[in-house]
């Protein structure tokens, strides 16, 4: 099974940018939907966006569109989630996610379809 493994979290102050990686090891991420989640203290996990493995398809939850990004570069087995205009509401635990769906599936913003998961990387925004 995939592993993955989260980094570039920290701390930004409102309006400033961030770019998480989420490095894959065993197994390529080519074979996979990739999905970024993020939970707050004290809030259920949430979709932020996730990108299909074959077309690269991505998808973003309507309160990151047109401030995030997510890319994968095959090269590197990774998979970023550039933040940009940072808000203090977009503070928490950062997760990326593998969901080694069928061939052809869409990704999914349901953290259910999920399988494999890193163990994430806190990023807080100050206002």
């Known amino acids: 099974q995939v592993q993955l493994v989260e980094s570039g979290g920290g701390l930004v102050q409102s309006g400033g940018s961030l770019r998480l990686s989420c490095a894959a090891s065993?197994?390529?991420?080519?074979?996979?939907?990739i999905g970024w989640f993020r939970q707050a203290p004290g809030k259920e996990r949430e979709g932020v966006s996730c990108?299909?493995?074959?077309?690269?398809?991505?998808l973003y939850q309507d309160s990151v569109k047109g401030r995030f990004a997510i890319s994968r570069d095959s090269s590197k087995n990774t998979v970023y989630l550039q933040m940009n205009n940072l808000k203090p509401e977009d503070t928490g635990v950062y997760y990326c996610?593998?969901?080694?769906?069928?061939?052809?599936?869409?990704?999914?913003?349901?953290?259910?379809?999920?399988?494999?998961w890193g163990q994430g990387t806190q990023v807080t925004v100050s206002s």
């Open positions: 996610a593998a969901d080694g769906a069928t061939y052809g599936t869409t990704c999914s913003s349901s953290s259910a379809e999920y399988e494999q």
């Open positions: 065993r197994l390529p991420l080519k074979y996979y939907n």
């Open positions: 990108i299909s493995r074959r077309d690269d398809t991505t």
